[in-house]
């Protein structure tokens, strides 16, 4: 299977053709704590917190929430009322090989899911339609009960036809 099939594959799923597995996912870094300059006192484990299974092929998975960033800001997060942001990856995996990953950002204190805008310019941040598909998807299994793509909209996205990824 191409990288693209992949893709258009999961872009045109639905949240039924899925099944949700929280942690422990056994996906996980090992991430040194410092305790001084060239000293690690410790280590933690940072893990994504949900796997998502592909029903009609247990082959095709996906991983979400492993941390990028905890304090993420951009002037397009910062446009909703709880101002907190947090970017987490989402981790593509086909055959349990990782086969792509992407970035994404909880908004408004964790009220919703977006994708994270490769342009920094704007409104409007042109977001790939297979990108949006796929973001959409992921808020629906995993997050909070909010309107997605009012959230979208509020944040200047609009889905576009440019390649991805």
């Keep these: 299977m191409r990288l693209d099939e992949y893709v258009v594959l999961v872009a045109g799923s ?12 056994f996906h996980y870094r090992v991430v040194p704590v410092r305790g001084g300059p060239n ?10 917190n949900v796997v ?6 247990v082959g095709i998975n996906m991983c979400f929430g492993l941390v990028q960033d905890r304090n993420y800001s951009s002037a397009w997060s910062q446009r909703f009322p709880d101002k907190r942001a947090q970017s987490s990856f989402l981790d593509f995996f086909y055959n349990g090989a990782l086969v792509f990953r992407e970035t994404l950002v909880w908004v408004d204190g964790w009220r919703c899911v977006l994708p994270e805008p490769t342009q920094s310019q704007g409104p409007p941040f042109p977001i790939p339609a ?11 299994m995993v997050g909070p009960g909010t309107n997605f793509d009012d959230y979208f909209r509020r944040a200047g996205m609009a889905p576009s036809q440019e390649a991805w990824p």
């Design 14 to 25: 639905q949240p039924a053709d899925w099944r949700v597995h929280k942690s422990p996912t």
């Design 39 to 48: 000293r690690i006192v410790d280590f933690e484990l940072h893990e994504h």
């Design 52 to 57: 998502l299974t592909f029903s009609k092929d």
């Design 130 to 140: 297979r990108k949006y598909q796929i973001t959409k998807l992921v808020h629906g």
